[in-house]
C-alpha cells in the first residue's frame, strides 16, 4: 500500500488541524494505520492508530481527548483530526500502515513497513 500525507500547516495555540491519509487501496480489513510524529532533535513517536479490522483506535497519552482517528472508507482516506493544538505538537507528522502489527507492537514504529511522506505542523503561541 501507498501513502501520502498532508493538510499540515501553521496554526495558533489552540487551534486546530485535520491532517489526512490517503492510501493506494482500501485500508479496513487489511490495513492497521498509525500517525507518527518526530520533532527537531526527538525520536519518532506514536500519535495514533486505528487497527485494521474492528476499526479500534488508540493514542499517544498526551494527545488523547485531543486528537481523533477516523477512516473514510468511501475515500480510502485515514483522517486525523487535532484540535487544542499546543506547542509540543510541532512535528513532522507520518502516516504508516501494517497488514501484519500485533496489538502489543502498534505504537512500534518499526512494526509499520509502509510510510507516507511527512507533513509538517507548526504550532506557535
Known amino acids: 500500500v501507498q501513502l501520502q500525507a498532508s493538510g499540515g500547516g501553521s496554526v495558533h495555540t489552540g487551534g486546530s488541524l485535520r491532517l489526512s491519509c490517503a492510501t493506494s487501496?482500501?485500508?479496513?480489513?487489511?490495513?492497521?494505520v498509525a500517525w507518527f510524529r518526530q520533532a527537531i532533535g526527538k525520536e519518532r513517536e506514536f500519535v495514533a492508530g486505528i487497527t485494521r479490522s474492528g476499526g479500534r483506535t488508540y493514542y499517544e497519552d498526551s494527545v488523547k481527548g485531543r486528537f481523533v482517528i477516523s477512516r473514510d472508507n468511501a475515500k480510502n482516506t485515514v483522517l486525523l483530526q487535532m484540535d487544542n493544538l499546543k506547542s509540543e505538537d510541532t512535528a513532522v507528522y507520518y502516516c504508516?500502515?501494517?497488514?501484519?502489527?500485533?496489538?502489543?507492537?502498534?505504537?512500534?514504529?518499526?512494526?509499520?513497513?509502509?510510510w507516507g511522506q511527512g507533513t509538517l505542523v507548526t504550532v506557535s503561541s
Open positions: 487501496e482500501r485500508t479496513s480489513n487489511r490495513y492497521t
Open positions: 504508516a500502515a501494517s497488514a501484519t502489527v500485533i496489538l502489543s507492537e502498534r505504537m512500534n514504529d518499526r512494526a509499520y513497513g509502509n
